[in-house]
Each structure stands twice: as C-alpha cells, then as structure tokens.
C-alpha cells in the first residue's frame, strides 16, 4: 500500500480487516493525536498492516474468544506522534525503544512487531475483588504465543501491554510488585495453579 495521502485512502485503511474481530481503525485512536491535533498515520501501511495482523490472530483473537470483549486503550502510534507522546511525558518511550512496539512500521534490531495495551474487564472485575494480576499474566503465559507483557495498575483496570513479535522474548514485567516476573521462560503448562477458576483456551467464538 502507498503512503497515505488523502482522506480516501485513510479512510480506506482504517477498514483493513486483520482479524475475524478487529479492524485497522481500533488500534489507531490516540488521546495524542486527538488533544494536539497531530494525525496518527503510518509511514508504511503495509508493514503496520502485516505486524497488526499477527497481534490479533495470534493474541487478541483466542484473547476475545476466551474471556469475551477486550478493551484496547493505545495500539498503533506513528513516530510522529510517539516522538510527541515522549517530548510531552506522556509515558511514552523513545521512538528507537518503541519500534515494533507501539510503532508498528518500523522493525526493530530483531524484525517485526506490534503492541497494544489492553483492558480484559472479566478480569478487571475480579482484579478489584483482590485477584492477582499475576494469575492472568501466567495464564497468558502458558496458552498464548506472545514476546512481552507489561503490567500497570492503570486506576483499578489492571492494564498491560500485550506484544507479539516475530522472534519473542517471552518476558513479563509490571510497574506493580515484582517489577519482572518472567524473563526469557519458555516452558508453558506450569503455573496452572496460579490460574484456577480460569476459562480453557478458546481460539474461535
């Protein structure tokens, strides 16, 4: 795909169906773009594309199918508006840090990858009557294929980055306690005691 120009192809874009559930345009809303009145638009729409499309049918999609809706809260940002998101201190990483992450089109030193950071409310509803944010990290862990989580309180929401990339980390850290969890664990199956009560897997609804 060309860069995008003009408002047909913008609109167009934002049509491109990854996944069974999920369209381009849910991953490109920013409170940045919005509150400065800068547009969110990638440099290469293709590449954004392609990562985007490997984040829902490999993550978002048995995510979605297993504990029902999730909420996306910030997905795709374009380097001109992570560079403003980091300049403003709005807990944003430097555009190098945040290729393959929230920049979808640009690679980072390991090749292609995509984050979005997600709301489950099944489990912000229980995360408010004291469940472990641990327990859905491992869950996580041990069904799907992803390279890194990130974990925030976010007001009670329990939100996390969600990372898929073509050559995963499998690294689990939060901003709550213990700052890293995971590190580099491959083996999966292990920490189903973490995560009892918790629905099976499901890849399609």
Same mark, same amino acid.
């Given at each position: ?8 192809? *913008? ?6 169906? +990854? ?10 809303? /920013? ?23 490997? +984040? ?21 940002? /374009? ?8 300049? #403003? #201190?709005?807990?944003?990483? /430097? ?8 920049? &979808? ?11 979005a950071c997600i709301v489950i409310p099944w489990f912000m509803d229980k995360y408010k009557d004291g469940a472990d944010w641990r327990s859905l990290a491992y869950w996580?862990?041990?069904? *799907? ?18 990372? &898929?990339?073509?050559?995963? #980390? ?10 890293? +969890? +995971? #590190? ?6 292990i920490f189903a005691e973490w995560y009892e009560g918790f629905p099976a897997l499901r890849t399609s609804v």
């Amino acid at each position: 795909m060309r860069a995008i120009n003009t408002f047909a192809a *913008l609109d167009k874009f934002g049509r491109i169906r +990854l996944s069974k559930n999920f369209f381009m345009r849910d991953f490109m809303y /920013s409170e940045i773009s919005n509150f400065y009145g800068e547009s969110n638009i990638p440099d290469d729409p293709k590449k954004a594309e392609e990562a985007g499309r490997h +984040l829902c049918e490999e993550l978002l999609e048995p995510l979605n199918a297993t504990f029902g809706r999730i909420a996306v809260r910030s997905a795709y940002r /374009s380097p001109k508006i992570n560079k403003l998101g980091n300049e #403003k #201190k709005h807990n944003c990483a /430097s555009n190098e840090k945040n290729y393959a992450h929230h920049i &979808w089109d640009y690679n980072d030193e390991n090749g292609l990858g995509a984050t979005a950071c997600i709301v489950i409310p099944w489990f912000m509803d229980k995360y408010k009557d004291g469940a472990d944010w641990r327990s859905l990290a491992y869950w996580i862990h041990d069904h *799907l294929p992803y390279s890194e989580l990130e974990f925030f309180d976010g007001q009670g929401m329990c939100s996390f980055n969600l990372s &898929w990339h073509e050559k995963p #980390k499998k690294v689990i850290t939060s901003w709550l306690e213990p700052r890293t +969890l +995971l #590190k580099g664990e491959n083996r999966t199956g292990i920490f189903a005691e973490w995560y009892e009560g918790f629905p099976a897997l499901r890849t399609s609804v």
